[in-house]
């Protein structure tokens, strides 16, 4: 064991045990991690402080400078609040939107929020219970505020919560906003922190937004006719315990569609999630139930959103008859091909319109969009940078849609993050569209991938936890960094790029590459098509590995051949990279 980390912690959390500005609960919680013989509960707890990053806090739950609690709450609320003062000082009222979610603490957390914005003279739109995140998002807009906060952890385990932290378009923040409130987090002591707002300054909002959030959603529908003529058309939904059943529910039903059908076990709030080994919709295992139901009465769609409702996943029959989990990758693609296609269809592209997609997502977006002559942009991954994208056009071209890999959409520009209601409503609008060629959702994509090409992806986490995990996950990315591989399984890397660099080498070429700020991420393109993404999450201690393999598939009937090759030639990447699954 590190002696001095030790030492360190001990002296932080000594002050934890001792100092009245914590409340009782939490002290004896600290003096109890002192005296158990095994200090590594204690070190991960104290070893850092949670850091405010730039959308945010994330973390584990429970007493620390290393985890959600009021105190790092408190701390990065007086800091926000502090940087609002200053960066609006010429306006006579400051006013926030503050939202939760599902979560143990949630409501907590958000009254902590609202309270100590209030006590600095800050005004607070505080939601009656929990909604979704893009509608946070929309109420900021809608409300003409000039920062919203979320508490929220998204699709993260049940012991995690989160703070999100947006601007006044609606967008989580970006530079300078985010260095200017890092800053003023970094300063605040938790005796800085005021408390006791008087309550004249907290507005409690609910259904006059929901409405008003829903009717902008429902102008996103393309082909209304196609819904009057599948309105029958079984949809099964689940919020798993989330935020979505506030809202998904009733805005397929504003849509049109009559026959949506809940899951029962999970239309229950429920922080502890009890029915999913996790609440992450990027899990297989997460739609179990829904797809139950499905099964029992023949649906012909699954839908899911996670506790925030800010993603979605999607089931569909396959050409089997089989229930089949869409993949993060294939439900964009789906989305993008509808929005476009029909777009074009309908004469409604003016020819200032265009997408985005995130550097992770697949390549097959960039083929649907270059064929119809719509421009493609790729960001950085987070809805902030798609966010940013809408925001820098604002005014000069049409934003349609688009999105990222790990399940989020967002076909407007009326809220600036992940939208799963009104991808939820798109997505079904979609399934009727199919329904009335008499074709289902899978025949879709199979559409796509005989007329575009086929793709696979694949995406790995190396999990590596505590500050050993965050050591290892740095001197991984310096590796990879250092010795940049000249070929991967086989296949030659013909373009190279360095997201932290902002440096490219193509074809042995240097050149720079042009992107609104820096990332931790690496990219190698291969001359066989392979795609290779590496980088380090931002909210969870784990390093992600982003493969993309493409094959051929002419007929749906090949497309378990085509994975299955696709699937082998993934191991031996992962092979080369030295990582094993």
């Not at 050409?319 to 294939?330: A, D, P, R, S, T």
């Not at 392979?530 to 094959?551: A, C, D, L, M, Q």
């Amino acid at each position: 064991m590190d002696t001095e980390l030790l030492k360190q912690c001990m002296e932080v959390a000594q002050t934890w045990a001792t100092n009245p500005v914590f409340d009782a609960d939490t002290r004896a919680a600290v003096k109890k991690m002192m005296e158990c013989e095994d200090k590594s509960e204690l070190i991960d707890c104290f070893y850092q402080t949670l850091e405010f990053g730039t959308g945010g806090l994330r973390g584990i739950m429970g007493a620390g400078t290393n985890r959600m609690n009021i105190y790092t709450v408190g701390t990065a609320t007086q800091g926000l609040a502090n940087y609002l003062k200053k960066n609006f000082k010429d306006r006579e009222k400051i006013s926030i939107v503050v939202g939760v979610d599902c979560r143990n603490n949630s409501d907590v957390f958000a009254q902590r929020v609202a309270d100590i914005m209030a006590a600095n003279g800050i005004y607070v739109y505080l939601f009656e219970d929990m909604r979704p995140t893009p509608e946070v998002s929309f109420a900021i807009r809608h409300l003409k505020c000039q920062s919203g906060v979320n508490i929220t952890a998204s699709h993260n385990p049940r012991e995690y919560n989160g703070y999100k932290a947006y601007w006044e378009d609606g967008a989580q923040v970006l530079t300078p906003h985010d260095k200017g409130i890092i800053a003023e987090v970094e300063k605040c002591k938790y005796e800085d922190v005021k408390t006791g707002g008087d309550k004249k300054y907290i507005t409690i909002i609910g259904k006059d937004v929901d409405m008003a959030y829903m009717e902008a959603v429902h102008t996103l529908s393309i082909d209304p006719e196609a819904i009057k003529r599948q309105k029958d058309m079984g949809i099964v939904y689940t919020p798993l315990h989330g935020a979505g059943m506030m809202i998904v529910p009733q805005a397929l039903k504003m849509w049109g569609f009559e026959n949506v059908n809940c899951v029962p076990e999970q239309m229950v709030k429920d922080g502890n999630f009890p029915t999913v080994v996790s609440p992450n919709p990027e899990n297989a295992e997460a739609l179990t139930l829904a797809i139950k139901l499905a099964k029992e009465i023949n649906a012909d769609i699954v839908m899911a959103s996670d506790p925030d409702a800010d993603r979605i996943a999607m089931a569909c029959k396959n050409n089997k008859g089989e229930w089949q989990i869409v993949n993060g990758n294939q439900t964009m693609l789906i989305f993008l091909y509808y929005i476009i296609k029909n777009r074009v269809d309908k004469g409604l592209m003016k020819g200032d319109e265009f997408i985005v997609k995130t550097i992770v997502t697949t390549e097959m977006v960039k083929k649907v969009a270059d064929k119809y002559g719509i421009e493609m942009r790729d960001c950085y991954t987070g809805f902030k940078w798609i966010a940013n994208e809408i925001r820098i056009s604002e005014g000069k071209k049409k934003y349609i849609g688009g999105g990222e890999e790990s399940f989020g959409f967002l076909a407007e520009d009326f809220c600036r993050d992940k939208d799963s209601p009104s991808a939820c409503c798109l997505l079904a609008e979609i399934c009727a569209w199919a329904k009335d060629q008499g074709k289902g959702l899978w025949d879709i994509l199979m559409d796509i991938y005989k007329e575009y090409g086929f793709s696979y992806n694949k995406a790995v986490n190396v999990v590596r936890p505590g500050k050993s995990g965050a050591d290892e996950i740095k001197a991984m990315m310096e590796n990879y960094r250092n010795n940049p591989p000249k070929d991967i399984a086989g296949s030659e890397v013909v373009t190279y790029k360095d997201f932290k660099t902002l440096e490219m080498v193509e074809n042995s070429k240097k050149s720079k590459i042009v992107m609104p700020d820096t990332s931790n991420v690496l990219q190698y393109f291969c001359a066989d098509g392979t795609k290779v993404s590496v980088r380090p999450s931002g909210t969870e201690p784990k390093i992600k590995f982003y493969i993309e393999v493409n094959g051929v598939m002419n007929s749906a009937d090949e497309y378990d051949k085509a994975c299955n090759e696709a699937e082998k030639k993934s191991v031996k990447i992962l092979a080369a990279l030295g990582i094993k699954e």
